[in-house]
């Protein structure tokens, strides 16, 4: 994937520069859900703040 069409993806929410899992999952050419079930097996392996729920409003 074009590094251009990366940066394009990345927001900023509660003053962090984020990606989507939606996109993520694109980036790795994976379903989302699977992207997320791999993260919640080795949660271990990300920092405490790799992820978060958006709230109605920030969405």
């Given at each position: 994937m074009?590094?251009?069409l990366i940066k394009k993806n990345i927001l900023?929410?509660?003053g962090r520069k984020v990606m989507l899992d939606m996109d993520l999952a694109k980036i790795y050419e994976v379903?989302?859900?699977v992207l997320k079930?791999?993260?919640r097996r080795n949660i271990e392996r990300f920092p405490e703040?790799?992820?978060f729920q958006l709230t109605e409003l920030e969405m």
């Open positions: 074009e590094l251009e900023e929410i509660r379903e989302t859900r079930q791999a993260v703040d790799f992820m």
